[in-house]
C-alpha cells in the first residue's frame, strides 16, 4: 500500500520535552510511523530547555527565517531539526525564540494563546514552504486544535491542502485552552470570526479545543471507554453536546506503549533486567528501590508504587483517610514519584513524616527513578476520578507491577479484575471514586499478595499481554486510509 505523509504536531514530545503521557504518545506513534514506511513529520516547539540540553540541531534548508504575518504581528520562523533518539527520525522543531525560549513548555504569560496559536498556524507554512503536501494533519490536544481552522482556511485557495485530511486526538479534555475573544485578533481569525464558537465568543471566550472539535476531519481520543464518557455530561466538561453532534467522527484507539523504552528485558534505568522467564530477579529491582529511597528493606506486604502529575484528575484524595487506616497495621511501603497540587503533595509529605522507612515522597519529576519504580514495586495505584487512558497501568503490566484502578477511561479498557476462581485478569479494579471502594481494592490486593499462586499467576497475566504501539499504530493507520475516501467534513 501508497505510505502516507503524515504531519504530526504536539506540544510535547518525549524525551525533548514531557510533562506527562502526550509526549510518550506522540514520539512512539510518529516513531512507529516512520518504521513502517510512512513519510512523517513531527513538530514541535524549540523550547530553552532542548537547547540547555545540549541537543543537537540543524538548521532545515529553506525553512530559515521565513517571514510570516500573524495576525497584526509580523516576524520571523526557522525550523530546526534534532534526531528524536532511538528512532531514526527527526523532529522539527518551530524555532521562535520570544516566543519558547522561556523556561517552562506551558506558561502562565500573557501570551500563551500566541504560543500555541503561532505553532497550529507554522505546521501548515512550513509545509508550504517546502512544497510537502501532507495527506494527514494529525493535531494533539487544545493547543494546536486552531490548526485544523487554519487548515480548512488555507485549503480554499492553497491546492497543496487539497487532499489533506485533519485528525484531532484529545488527550485530556479537561485541559481546552480557554482564552478572551481579544485573542481572535492576534491569531489572525478577524475574517474568520464567524467560523468560531458562537456562544462562547458571546459570552467572551475563544477555546482552542473547541475550534479543534468544529473543524477536524476526525476525532480520537485515547480509550474506547473515554470515547464514550466525554459524550457525557459527567465526564464532557461542557463539550459532550458538541462530541455527541459529531459523534459519526469521534473514535477512542487505546493508546500503545514503546516497548524499547519500557521493557524491563531492555531497560538501562533499571537495577536487575528480568523478563517473563526470570521474574524472579524482579525481587533485586524491589530491594533496590528500597534503598535508593532509603525505606525499610524486606517488607511482608507489597511495595506500592505512584508515579504522576499530582493532580484532582488522578483521584488520590481517595487514599486520604484510606492510607493512615492502613499503614500502622500492615508492613507495606509506598513510594511515590510525582508534583503539583499542594494538597496532595502536603498529603504525601505528610505521610513520609508520620511513616519514616515506610513511605517516601519524592517531590519531582525524574525519568530514570520512574522507570526504578515501575521494576521495583509490586503493585502501582491509579485510582483515577477520569483517565483518558493512563500510560502507568500499561507500563505495570509489563513489569508485572499489579495495576490497582478504577473503573475508567483508558484504565477499564486495559486492566481486568483478577479472579481467583478462574485465575484470569490483570489487576485490581474497582469502580465508585469512594473511599470505601479504595479500601476494597487495598484488601482485595494485599489478599491476592498472601496468595501466591494467585499473585504469580496475574503477574503472568499482566506480562503477557500487549498494548505495544506495533499493534495499537495499525489502529491510526486504517483511520487515517478511511478518512483519505471521505469528503472534508462539513458543518
Ligand atoms: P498524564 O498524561 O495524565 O500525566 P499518563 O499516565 O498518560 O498520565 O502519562 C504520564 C507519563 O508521565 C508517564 O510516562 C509517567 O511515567 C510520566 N510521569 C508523570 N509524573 C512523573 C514524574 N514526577 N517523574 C517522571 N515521570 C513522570
Ligand atoms: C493525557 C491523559 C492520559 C493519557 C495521555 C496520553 O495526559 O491524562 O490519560 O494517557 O494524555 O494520551
Redesign the pocket.
Known amino acids: 500500500m501508497q505510505p502516507l505523509r503524515v504531519c504530526i504536531v504536539s506540544s510535547e514530545v518525549a524525551p525533548l520535552a514531557k510533562t ?3 509526549a ?2 506522540s514520539a512512539a506513534l510518529a516513531g512507529e510511523l516512520h518504521r513502517r514506511g510512512h513519510d512523517v513529520r513531527l513538530v514541535m516547539p524549540l523550547y530553552r530547555r532542548m537547547r540547555e540540553a545540549g541537543r543537537p540541531f540543524r538548521d532545515v534548508p529553506g525553512l530559515i527565517d521565513r517571514e510570516m504575518s500573524f495576525g497584526p504581528r509580523r516576524g520571523r520562523w526557522s525550523v530546526r531539526a534534532t534526531p528524536l533518539p532511538g528512532k531514526d527520525l527527526d523532529v522539527l522543531c518551530v524555532d521562535v525564540p520570544e516566543l519558547y525560549d522561556r523556561d517552562g513548555i506551558y506558561t502562565q504569560d500573557d501570551d500563551e494563546h500566541l504560543r500555541f496559536g503561532l505553532l497550529s498556524r507554522v505546521c501548515l507554512a512550513l509545509c508550504q514552504e517546502s512544497g510537502w503536501a501532507p495527506d494527514i494533519l494529525h493535531l494533539n490536544d487544545w493547543h494546536v486544535g486552531p490548526a485544523a481552522l487554519y487548515l480548512r482556511l488555507l485549503a480554499s485557495w492553497d491546492t497543496l491542502f487539497a487532499k489533506t485530511r485533519s485528525v484531532l486526538t484529545i ?2 479534555i479537561g485541559y481546552q485552552g480557554v482564552f478572551a475573544s481579544d485573542v481572535v485578533h492576534d491569531l489572525g481569525l478577524d475574517d474568520a470570526v464567524h467560523k468560531l464558537h458562537q456562544e462562547d465568543l458571546a459570552a467572551g471566550r475563544v477555546n482552542f479545543l473547541k475550534t479543534g472539535i468544529l473543524y477536524a476531519d476526525a476525532l480520537t481520543t ?1 480509550s474506547r471507554t473515554y470515547a464514550r464518557e466525554i459524550q457525557t455530561e459527567e465526564y464532557g466538561m461542557g463539550l459532550d453536546g458538541m462530541l455527541r453532534k459529531r459523534a459519526d467522527r469521534l473514535v477512542g484507539i487505546v ?1 500503545g506503549i514503546d516497548d524499547e523504552i519500557w521493557n524491563p528485558s531492555v531497560d538501562p534505568h533499571i537495577a536487575r533486567k528480568f523478563s517473563l522467564d526470570t521474574l524472579d530477579d524482579k525481587r533485586f529491582d524491589r530491594a533496590a528501590l528500597l534503598s535508593d529511597l532509603g525505606l525499610a528493606p524486606d517488607p511482608k506486604g507489597p511495595v506500592l508504587g505512584i508515579v504522576s502529575r499530582l493532580v484532582a ?1 488522578k483521584g488520590f484524595d481517595l487514599l486520604f483517610d484510606v492510607l493512615p487506616e492502613m499503614l500502622p497495621f500492615h508492613d507495606v511501603r509506598l513510594a511515590v514519584l510525582g508534583s503539583g497540587e499542594p494538597k496532595l503533595e502536603e498529603f504525601f509529605a505528610g505521610l513520609q513524616a508520620r511513616f519514616p522507612g515506610k513511605v517516601c515522597f519524592y517531590r519531582g519529576y525524574n525519568d530514570p527513578l520512574s522507570h526504578r519504580i515501575e521494576a521495583g514495586a509490586d503493585a502501582f495505584l491509579m485510582p483515577s476520578r477520569y ?5 502507568n497501568q500499561m507500563y505495570s503490566l509489563a513489569y508485572g507491577t499489579i495495576p490497582v484502578v478504577r473503573n475508567t ?2 484504565l477499564a479498557d486495559t486492566v481486568t479484575l483478577f479472579d481467583r476462581r478462574t485465575g484470569e485478569g490483570t489487576g485490581v479494579v474497582f469502580d465508585h471514586s469512594e473511599p470505601g471502594a479504595m479500601r476494597w481494592a487495598l484488601l482485595y490486593l494485599l489478599e491476592l499478595w498472601g496468595d501466591r499462586d494467585a499473585w504469580t499467576r496475574m503477574q503472568r497475566n499482566a506480562m503477557a499481554q500487549d498494548w505495544s504501539w506495533r499493534k495499537q499504530t495499525g489502529l491510526y493507520e486504517a483511520l487515517y486510509r478511511k478518512l483519505l475516501e471521505m469528503p472534508v467534513a462539513s458543518h
Open positions: 506527562g503521557g502526550l510518550d504518545v488527550h485530556n485515547v493508546n484528575q483517565e483518558p487512558c493512563g500510560l477511561g483508558g
